[in-house]
């Protein structure tokens, strides 16, 4: 569409379309010449940058952290859902992921030798999950929802209400 010169607004995975600001721009250039900068941080990152994360959460959110046991800065959300995967999830296990949904659920369930169950999300219960829809042996078997309000890519929001329900 974009060759037949449409404006195309992309939804697809992760892929910004538009540059970042030009001071971060600037900044990234900067730190990238500094040669203290180069090599990994270690699988936890740095205690700053945890500890800037714990206050972002404060400030933002009203949320406590512990940033060295509560906090882990992770490359990307796919690493972090492949990761919690891999720990909750044994052969013969279920995670039930929606449908649509983030492709990576589905996957870090397969990652772990565990199936995954797709709960439908449609129009007519407002992209809600219908949790008393899935069969009880699939229940039985589930060791992990996922679920997320806004929802992406049905843009839908869940309450309180629904979040008790």
Not at 76 to 95: Q, T, V
Not at 109 to 127: H, M, Q, T, V
Not at 142 to 163: C, G, H, K, Q
Request: no cysteine; charged share 20%; glycine share 8%.
């Amino acid at each position: 569409m974009r060759a037949a010169g449409h404006d195309v607004i992309g939804l697809h995975v992760g892929s910004p379309d538009m540059p970042p600001p030009e001071q971060v721009v600037a900044a990234l250039s900067s730190s990238a010449g500094d040669v203290t900068h180069h090599g990994y941080a270690g699988y936890s990152g740095t205690p700053g940058l945890r500890e800037a994360i714990a206050l972002y959460y404060s400030e933002r959110f009203d949320v406590t952290l512990d940033p060295s046991t509560e906090v882990l800065p992770l490359i990307g959300s796919k690493e972090g859902l492949a990761n919690l995967s891999m720990a909750y999830l044994d052969r013969g296990d279920i995670a039930l992921v929606p449908d649509p949904g983030y492709p990576t659920y589905a996957m870090s369930a397969a990652l772990a030798d565990a199936e995954a169950y797709a709960y439908p999300l449609i129009a007519e219960s407002n992209f809600l999950p219908d949790l008393e829809g899935i069969p009880d042996d699939v229940l039985s078997r589930a060791r992990m929802l996922w679920i997320n309000y806004p929802n992406n890519p049905t843009s839908a929001v869940a309450t309180l209400e629904d979040f008790d329900a």
